[in-house]
C-alpha cells in the first residue's frame, strides 16, 4: 500500500529552527508537496520538490531525497503565527496525490 | 468572491437526510476536487473533475456524487447521509488536471464542517 509518514505532533521555541521529516512509500514518484494549515482554516501551498536537493524559499526549505523516499521541511526564526499542521503529500505514478496525516507544529515563546 | 466559496460553513445533518455542499471558484481554473479530512488521517479525495462535463471518482466516492456542469461550480451531494460522513469538506482546484506531469498545486476552500446524527 501507500503510505506518507509523519511525526503527529512537535514542539520548537519562537526565534529557534525545526525540521519536519516526512518519509514515504508510494506506486511511483512524480513530486512531493509540502502544505500549511492553520487550525480551522484550509491548506496553503508552501513548496514543491521533484529532484533530489534543497529549495529554499525566504524563511522555508524543503528537501528531497528520492532513493531514500524522504523529505524535510525546514522552518528557521520561528514565529508564533508559524504555529500550525504542516502537511506532506506525494504524487504517485498515477498523479495522484497521497497525503500524510500532517505534523501538529506548536510554537513557545 | 476571491478564490474558492464553500457553502455551508458548517452543518448538523440528521442521518438518511440528502445534503448538497456547495463550491464555486473565480480563479478559472480547470480542474477541481473534494476532499474529507479526519483526525488522524491524511486528506481522502472523495471526487475530482479534470474539466468541466467531466467526474472521475477519488479514494472514498461511496455514497458521495458530484457534478460538473460549467468551469466555475462543483457541488458535492451526499443522497442519504450517515454518521461516517461526518468530516470536515473541502473543495480544492487547480490550473491543470490530476494528469498533469508537473507542480499541480491546489487552492483550497474554507471547509465545510458536517456533522451527522
Known amino acids: 500500500g501507500q503510505n506518507i509518514d509523519q511525526p503527529t505532533e512537535m514542539t520548537a521555541t519562537e526565534g529557534a529552527i525545526v525540521q519536519i521529516n516526512c518519509t514515504y512509500q508510494?506506486?511511483?514518484?512524480?513530486?512531493l508537496f509540502w502544505y500549511q494549515q492553520h487550525a480551522g482554516e484550509a491548506p496553503t501551498f508552501l513548496s514543491y520538490?521533484?529532484l533530489d536537493g534543497l529549495e529554499e524559499k525566504g524563511r522555508f526549505s524543503s528537501f528531497l531525497s528520492r532513493s531514500k523516499g524522504y523529505s524535510y521541511l525546514l522552518l528557521k526564526e520561528l514565529q508564533m503565527k508559524d504555529s500550525a499542521s504542516y502537511l506532506c503529500?506525494?504524487?504517485?505514478?498515477?498523479?495522484?496525490?497521497?497525503w500524510g496525516a500532517g505534523t501538529k507544529l506548536i510554537i513557545k515563546p | 468572491i476571491a478564490g474558492i466559496t464553500q457553502a455551508p460553513t458548517s452543518q448538523i445533518l440528521a442521518a438518511g437526510r440528502r445534503m448538497t455542499l456547495r463550491c464555486t471558484q473565480d480563479?478559472?481554473?480547470?480542474?477541481m476536487y473534494w476532499y474529507r479530512q479526519d483526525l488522524g488521517l491524511g486528506l481522502r479525495l472523495i471526487h475530482y473533475?479534470?474539466?468541466?462535463?467531466?467526474?472521475g471518482k477519488g479514494e472514498v466516492p461511496d455514497g458521495y456524487s458530484v457534478s460538473r456542469a460549467n468551469t466555475d461550480d462543483f457541488p458535492l451531494t451526499l443522497a442519504s447521509a450517515v454518521p461516517s460522513q461526518t468530516s470536515v469538506y473541502f473543495c480544492?482546484?487547480?490550473?491543470?488536471?490530476?494528469?498533469?506531469?508537473?507542480?499541480?498545486?491546489?487552492?483550497f476552500g474554507a471547509g465545510s464542517r458536517l456533522t451527522v446524527l
Open positions: 480544492a482546484s487547480s490550473d491543470s488536471g490530476q494528469s498533469y506531469s508537473g507542480a499541480n498545486v491546489l487552492t
Open positions: 480563479m478559472r481554473h480547470n480542474a
Open positions: 473533475s479534470n474539466t468541466a462535463g467531466t467526474t
Open positions: 508510494t506506486s511511483g514518484f512524480n513530486g
Open positions: 520538490n521533484v
Open positions: 503529500a506525494v504524487q504517485d505514478s498515477n498523479y495522484q496525490l497521497i
